[in-house]
């Protein structure tokens, strides 16, 4: 270790962005010490048990083939081999038990895509065509083309590009639900092309895996204890209150219990919402940190419903356009940990959450349960819900509405000693897992390069 890597590091933040950037401190011999707001950590893909020793997790989550840091971290903690793929389908449910599908070839791209577009049965030809259309400059645009379109929402550009409005409604609606909890028309267009570009362009890149077991004990504890191993600290139940910020530079970190925290560097793995309550106010005078406040956060509800019996016979992820649950798993049938001796137990994406936040637990869990019905009217005649359970996250992931891709801001910060690490920081995943793990990497690399400059 060298005199120069021998620093103290402060991680605000034990979701997968700040557990990821200790990692990579403590690999390249940093003093880190990571401190966490919560009992627990994982932030948005945290889970913890019930009384009857059943997961409870905060959200549904799914691993993409186009991820790579995320795999690449994984495979050093030994940890890659839990997540199982799943049959390279995208299958749609809608009421009265009709659904259809988009399944991929093993073809170079883009010929992979050819029967999703024109076995599907749901579609008719002008649609299909419609589609065929868009998919030309989702596949082929630039980074710039991506760029330009984010001034405009996903449903105007949908439109002025001609594709059908059942198309919005029924296969674009669920998906931008399932990206990002709300309607095409809320998030910039940007994103969806970006997103749908990446999936179309390479042939496994939409292909899905589902962890084997909990995120907590195939993920987050693990990387936890790697740290700890290696001498990092990780500190739960202990929220930051505010940054202190003196002679142009960070000078330390105010608990909400009022100990005052001192380290060389900072580093912010915080929600956006978060973020700007630690913030000094006097930091806004830079245009860098003021549009950070140019963010929110997308409110998000998760059901998980226990049943008496199988009610979908599906291991995979399904979606659908109808009723309030775009997305959605059996995880009996797809986590070998949550099987539940052939029953099922459903999580569910409840969204966009805005307007039905009022809704109390049992309607939540009743509207979901009569969904599943309408979507499975066969396979669920004679179910019951056993037991359920609703988690509410008021601001979740950052809503990437037109115009805020451009203020997403870099991991390095114009303060010398403080960086950060997030979904909502700039790298190519946006709030995701991969997003998270990314901005890691990208704000533990930046720190030790400011080191390097001393
Ligand atoms: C319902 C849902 C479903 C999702 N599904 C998927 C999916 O299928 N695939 C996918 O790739 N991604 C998915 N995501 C997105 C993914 O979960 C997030 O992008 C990722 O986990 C964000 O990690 P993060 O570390 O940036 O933030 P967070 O996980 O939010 O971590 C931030 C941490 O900071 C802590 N904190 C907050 N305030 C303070 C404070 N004052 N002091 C100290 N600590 C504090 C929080 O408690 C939290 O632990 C989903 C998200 C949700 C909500």
């Known amino acids: 270790m060298s005199k120069k890597t021998a620093s103290s590091v402060i991680v605000i933040g034990g979701g997968l962005a700040g557990l990821t950037a200790a990692k990579r401190l403590i690999d390249s011999?940093?003093?880190?010490?990571?401190?966490?707001?919560?009992k627990l950590l994982g932030g948005k893909i945290s889970a913890w048990q019930d009384k009857d020793n059943d997961w409870v997790e905060s959200g549904l989550h799914v691993f993409f083939g186009a991820y790579e840091e995320i795999y690449e971290l994984m495979k050093e903690l030994n940890l890659y081999q839990e997540i199982l793929w799943k049959e390279h389908v995208l299958t749609y449910t809608l009421d009265q038990g009709i659904g259809f599908e988009f399944r991929t070839i093993k073809l170079p791209s883009p010929f992979h895509l050819l029967p999703a577009v024109f076995q599907n049965q749901y579609f008719g030809w002008v649609e299909k065509f419609s589609l065929a259309r868009a998919l030309?400059?989702?596949?082929?645009?630039?980074?710039?083309?991506?760029?330009?379109?984010?001034?405009?929402?996903?449903?105007?550009?949908?439109?002025?590009?001609?594709?059908?409005?059942?198309?919005?409604?029924?296969?674009f609606l669920p998906m931008s639900l399932a990206l990002k909890f709300l309607p095409p028309e809320e998030l910039s267009a940007k994103i969806v092309l970006d997103?749908?570009?990446?999936?179309?362009?390479?042939?496994?890149?939409?292909?899905?895996?589902?962890?084997?077991?909990?995120?907590?004990?195939?993920?987050?504890?693990p990387l936890a204890k790697y740290i700890t191993?290696?001498?990092?600290?990780?500190y739960l139940n202990s929220p930051i209150e505010k940054l202190i910020f003196e002679s142009g530079e960070i000078k330390g970190a105010l608990l909400k219990n009022g100990e005052t925290l001192k380290a060389d560097y900072y580093l912010l793995a915080l929600?956006?919402?978060?973020?700007?309550?630690?913030?000094?106010?006097?930091?806004?005078?830079?245009?860098?940190?003021?549009?950070?406040?140019?963010?929110?956060?997308?409110?998000?509800?998760?059901?998980?419903?226990?049943?008496n019996q199988q009610v979908t016979g599906v291991n995979n992820i399904l979606f659908s356009p109808d009723g309030v649950i775009?997305?959605?798993?059996?995880?009996?049938?797809?986590?070998?940990?949550?099987?539940?001796?052939?029953?099922?137990?459903?999580?569910?994406?409840?969204?966009?959450?805005?307007?039905?936040?009022?809704?109390?637990?049992?309607?939540?869990v009743l509207e979901v349960f009569n969904n599943i019905q309408s979507y499975f009217p066969k396979r669920s005649t004679g179910a019951k819900v056993i037991k359920?359970?609703?988690?509410?996250?008021?601001?979740?992931?950052?809503?990437?509405?037109?115009?805020?891709?451009?203020?997403?801001?870099?991991?390095?910060?114009?303060?010398?000693?403080?960086?950060?690490?997030?979904?909502?920081?700039?790298?190519?995943?946006?709030?995701?897992?991969?997003?998270?793990?990314?901005s890691g990497n990208r704000a533990a690399k930046a720190l030790m390069e400011r080191v390097l400059e001393k």
Request: hydrophobic fraction near 35%; glycine fraction near 8%.
């Open 29 to 38: 011999g940093f003093n880190v010490s990571l401190y966490e707001g919560r």
């Open 195 to 221: 997103v749908s570009g990446t999936f179309l362009r390479t042939p496994t890149a939409s292909k899905m895996g589902f962890l084997s077991g909990s995120p907590a004990e195939k993920l987050t504890n």
């Open 271 to 307: 929600p956006i919402h978060k973020l700007q309550e630690v913030l000094p106010e006097r930091l806004r005078e830079e245009s860098f940190f003021n549009n950070l406040y140019e963010f929110e956060g997308v409110p998000v509800i998760t059901a998980q419903l226990w049943f």
């Open 326 to 364: 775009p997305v959605y798993a059996d995880l009996g049938n797809t986590t070998p940990d949550y099987s539940c001796q052939g029953k099922s137990r459903v999580e569910a994406v409840v969204a966009p959450a805005r307007h039905i936040w009022d809704w109390d637990d049992k309607k939540i």
């Open 136 to 171: 030309y400059p989702m596949l082929f645009g630039s980074d710039d083309y991506f760029r330009s379109q984010d001034i405009k929402s996903y449903s105007e550009w949908h439109k002025e590009f001609g594709i059908s409005q059942k198309m919005l409604k029924k296969m």
């Open 388 to 438: 359920s359970t609703v988690v509410r996250i008021p601001k979740s992931v950052y809503w990437p509405k037109p115009g805020v891709d451009k203020l997403r801001p870099t991991q390095k910060t114009p303060i010398k000693n403080l960086f950060l690490a997030g979904g909502y920081t700039e790298q190519r995943f946006y709030d995701s897992m991969e997003g998270a793990v990314s």
């Open 229 to 234: 191993d290696k001498g990092g600290k990780i």
